[in-house]
C-alpha cells in the first residue's frame, strides 16, 4: 500500500507560480514512478507530468517549458514546480504512484485544485 497527500494549490493570476508537492508512505520501495495527473470538469484525467524510478521525466506538450517535475527521494516527495500558468492550466491536479506489485497498480492522491485567474 501507498499513501499520497498532496499540498500546494491554490488561486494564482495568469502568469503566476505555484508548486504541488506530493509526500508518499507505505511501501515506497515498490514505486516505480510517479506523475502528476490534471482533470478538466466533464473530462478525464490527462498525464502532466512524469518521473520514473530512475529519474527520467516526460512532460505533456501544453506543459513543456512551463513545469518541472522533481523528486526528493530523502523525503519521499514529487513536486511539480508551475511556471508561466496560464487559466487553462486551471484544474484539479492528482498525484499518481506507480507501484510494482505482482502487476502495476496505480495509486493516487485525493487531488488538489489549481485556479489560474485574474
Known amino acids: 500500500q501507498v499513501q499520497l497527500v498532496e499540498s500546494g494549490g491554490g488561486l494564482v493570476q495568469p502568469g503566476g507560480s505555484l508548486r504541488l508537492s506530493c509526500a508518499a508512505s507505505?511501501?515506497?520501495?515498490?514505486?516505480?514512478?510517479m506523475a502528476w495527473y490534471r482533470q478538466f470538469p466533464g473530462k478525464q484525467r490527462e498525464l502532466v507530468a512524469a518521473i520514473t524510478s530512475g529519474g527520467s521525466t516526460n512532460y505533456a506538450d501544453s506543459v513543456k517549458g512551463r513545469f518541472t517535475i522533481s523528486r526528493d527521494n530523502a523525503k519521499n516527495t514529487v513536486y511539480l514546480q508551475m511556471n508561466s500558468l496560464k487559466p487553462e492550466d486551471t484544474a484539479v491536479y492528482y498525484c499518481n504512484a506507480k507501484v510494482r506489485l505482482v502487476v502495476v497498480v496505480d495509486y493516487w492522491g485525493q487531488g488538489t485544485q489549481v485556479t489560474v485567474s485574474s
Open positions: 507505505g511501501s515506497i520501495s515498490s514505486i516505480v514512478a
